[in-house]
């Protein structure tokens, strides 16, 4: 892992991104409810999510299941700016109320439907979506920019393959396959 990622990896306490009783189990290696039936990932899925989005303070991202906040603040501190849409509205106040007090002013935050990505601030260097559709959302696809990545997981509910999806100058995309993992389904309206 590259050392900024790493420093900051170590310092953000994931504890401050979930509720009681879930905070004292925040230091293991694992995924934690964060009300509604959805969860955090596992802080070491984040980091590499994060690692694979090859940020940097240029790009512009959109990121979709916004959910505790937690990735937020990874996308945030390695980017320009970050769109992020999550569905449930109660998720999307507490997400932002936790990154407000930690300073971030880089982040734009819109109550809706992922699948559709955010056209007016689009098209985006990078998109991080956690939460899994059946199928690559064309929108999504659309709003990525020439040169852009965009890492996402696809499939059923349960089961998934994490895809990193690339765009080359001309607007060609190809993807690549990096882990199976679980997510929560991407729930269209
Ligand atoms: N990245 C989050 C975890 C996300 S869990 C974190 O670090 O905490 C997945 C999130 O995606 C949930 O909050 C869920 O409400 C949201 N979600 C599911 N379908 C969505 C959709 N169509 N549009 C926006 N958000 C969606």
Same mark, same amino acid.
């Given at each position: 892992?590259?050392?900024? +990622?790493?420093?900051?990896?170590?310092? +953000?306490?994931?504890?401050?991104?979930?509720?009681?009783?879930?905070?004292?189990?925040?230091?293991?290696?694992?995924?934690?409810?964060? !009300? &509604?039936? @959805?969860?955090?990932?596992?802080?070491?899925?984040?980091?590499?999510?994060?690692?694979? /989005?090859? /940020?940097?303070?240029? &790009?512009?991202?959109?990121?979709?299941?916004? !959910?505790?906040?937690?990735?937020? %603040?990874?996308?945030?501190?390695?980017?320009?700016?970050?769109?992020? $849409?999550?569905?449930?509205?109660? /998720?999307?106040?507490?997400?932002?109320?936790?990154?407000?007090? +930690?300073?971030?002013?880089?982040?734009?935050?819109?109550?809706?439907? *992922?699948?559709? *990505?955010?056209?007016?601030?689009?098209?985006?260097?990078?998109?991080?979506?956690?939460?899994?559709?059946?199928?690559?959302?064309? /929108?999504?696809?659309?709003?990525? %920019?020439? *040169?852009?990545?965009?890492?996402?997981?696809?499939?059923? @509910? !349960?089961?998934?393959?994490?895809?990193?999806?690339?765009?080359?100058?001309?607007?060609?995309?190809?993807?690549?396959?990096?882990?199976?993992?679980?997510? $929560?389904? +991407?729930?269209?309206?």
């Amino acid at each position: 892992m590259d050392e900024k +990622l790493r420093q900051f990896f170590s310092s +953000l306490d994931r504890s401050f991104f979930v509720d009681e009783p879930y905070k004292v189990l925040s230091s293991l290696d694992r995924p934690l409810p964060i !009300g &509604h039936g @959805q969860t955090i990932s596992q802080p070491s899925l984040v980091a590499y999510m994060t690692e694979q /989005l090859e /940020l940097n303070k240029t &790009h512009t991202v959109l990121e979709i299941g916004t !959910g505790s906040g937690y990735q937020t %603040a990874f996308l945030a501190e390695f980017s320009g700016k970050v769109y992020t $849409v999550e569905r449930i509205e109660e /998720l999307r106040r507490k997400a932002r109320e936790r990154l407000d007090f +930690l300073g971030y002013r880089n982040i734009y935050y819109r109550v809706g439907d *992922g699948t559709l *990505g955010w056209a007016e601030h689009a098209p985006f260097d990078r998109i991080m979506v956690t939460a899994a559709p059946k199928e690559i959302p064309s /929108l999504l696809l659309e709003q990525l %920019a020439p *040169g852009g990545i965009m890492i996402i997981p696809v499939g059923p @509910q !349960g089961w998934q393959e994490l895809l990193k999806v690339t765009k080359d100058k001309n607007g060609m995309a190809s993807e690549r396959k990096l882990l199976d993992v679980a997510f $929560v389904a +991407l729930v269209r309206k």
